[in-house]
């Protein structure tokens, strides 16, 4: 929902106080990073972007290659070599095996929870760490953690998703935390389009700094004499609305989201296409503080690519077309989106995910940086009736780097189909205990409910010991 959503669905007219819907997306630190972390592991990362290709990514096609899989359901990308001696990933990441040597790569992740294997339950998990269905709404993992750790980065939000309309975007959760933790999403068609920009992220037009000063000290005035207790609604109104009204004239805001400050060979480097511009605006949030950031992509239908009108990664149709899947619905439910191996989709993937943590290192960002490359789940070892792959929750792969994340290592794996685990089961639950306490998050600490219900962080997982 845009800003001016949120305050309209708040009865509160826009012009009656600018901003409040903007100060909805920030967080006052109710804990610092000092004591959020002075017990528990020593945090590794300071900052997490998340990487969320939505759709069920396939795995034997990307990480996981599997080429002694009956030849009617291999997939036809070979393996490649990578940086690490004996580690192959298929063609289709032939950039990022590059630098694989950065990366921890798990190809043991599945979850068994009934309804996780339709993309809603499934995106939720995914960003919660949670079962959805639970007793109680659990938050986004990036919700929780700007609840208890703020941001650096006092003119941002905590917690941005870019741009955040993918098909599951509806699905993030602020759960039983204050409105404060909630994601702020940034909108837009295409971040490639020299005219994006954030809507609502400056003052009126005819409403110029000094009149908005102005106004913002007669509200002070007629606050006079009301002296609220810390934990006062009023007092937390008067919080936000200052922190609204900081960001709104902060010039350093609206240059956060400006990709024309970039350099042209940068932006070359991830790609010039919408896919390429989200993540590197991911990397530019990250470089100005902001604690959580999700990058979700989902290619734009434009005159380049008719036909893809849902460009992620639900290939039950034609999985292995050189250009649309199709655009009718013929009941596999996978149209509207291009192969796998067109540019759109995994070329742009590659050369993005690529550039993007080598420009993290080389901007030595990625030291104090979780990245975390993630799907809801992966797709079935063999095709279907309509030469897609459906969805599958039983094996499939995600990556991890940075933030102290040993380089050049594979933690699990699935038999010779890519069906099922064989060693190392890891589920969704045990990623949101490992980005908890590479952040120095104390599990032992519960989050509180507003009925003062303690909910302890992942607790049904385990940290990933092997990227610690």
Not at 128 to 138: K, V
Request: hydrophobic share 35%.
């Amino acid at each position: 929902m845009s800003l001016r959503g949120r305050i309209q669905n708040g009865r509160m007219q826009r012009r009656s106080f600018l901003g409040v819907g903007v100060a909805g997306a920030m967080t006052t630190r109710v804990a610092s990073l000092a004591e959020a972390a002075s017990e528990g592991r020593k945090a590794q990362a300071k900052n997490v972007l998340v990487i969320l290709e939505q759709g069920g990514l396939s795995h034997m096609d990307t990480w996981d290659p599997k080429t002694e899989a009956v030849a009617e359901h291999r997939s036809p990308f070979k393996p490649v070599s990578t940086a690490v001696p004996g580690l192959q990933f298929t063609s289709l990441l032939s950039k990022t095996a590059q630098i694989a040597d950065r990366l921890t790569v798990i190809r043991s992740m599945y979850h068994d929870r009934s309804g996780a294997n339709g993309h809603p339950l499934g995106t939720q998990y995914a960003l919660s760490g949670e079962m959805p269905g639970g007793p109680l709404e659990m938050p986004d993992i990036g919700s929780i953690v700007s609840q208890r750790m703020g941001s650096k980065c006092d003119y941002l939000p905590p917690y941005i998703m870019v741009p955040g309309n993918h098909e599951q975007a509806k699905q993030t959760r602020v759960g039983f935390l204050p409105a404060a933790a909630k994601v702020f999403k940034t909108g837009g068609k295409d971040l490639s389009d020299p005219e994006w920009k954030v809507n609502d992220l400056g003052l009126l037009t005819g409403v110029d700094r000094g009149r908005f000063t102005d106004r913002r000290d007669l509200l002070s005035n007629l606050n006079v004499g009301v002296a609220p207790a810390s934990n006062d609604p009023v007092r937390t109104f008067s919080d936000l609305s200052n922190q609204a009204a900081d960001l709104l004239t902060n010039p350093l805001t609206q240059s956060a989201f400006n990709l024309s400050e970039e350099k042209e060979a940068t932006r070359e480097a991830y790609g010039t296409g919408h896919r390429g511009q989200c993540y590197l605006m991911g990397r530019r949030l990250i470089e100005r503080g902001v604690r959580f950031v999700t990058v979700d992509v989902r290619e734009p239908l434009t005159d380049k690519t008719p036909g893809g009108f849902n460009m992620n990664w639900d290939h039950h149709d034609y999985i292995y077309n050189k250009g649309s899947c199709g655009t009718i619905r013929n009941g596999a439910g996978g149209e509207g989106r291009y192969g796998i191996g067109h540019w759109v989709m995994m070329g742009s993937t590659d050369q993005a995910f690529a550039a993007l943590i080598a420009d993290l290192e080389d901007r030595g960002l990625l030291a104090d940086t979780l990245v975390a490359f993630v799907s809801e789940f992966g797709r079935t070892p063999r095709l279907n009736r309509f030469k897609g792959r459906d969805h599958w929750t039983n094996a499939y792969s995600i990556a991890l780097a940075g933030g102290g994340v040993p380089g050049g290592q594979v933690i699990g794996s699935s038999d010779k189909e890519g069906g099922y685990v064989t060693n190392r089961p890891t589920r969704p639950d045990d990623y949101a205990a490992t980005v908890y306490e590479k952040l120095g998050l104390d599990r032992t600490k519960p989050v509180y409910t507003p009925s003062n219900r303690p909910v302890f962080l992942a607790h049904n997982g385990n940290p990933i010991e092997e990227v610690f």
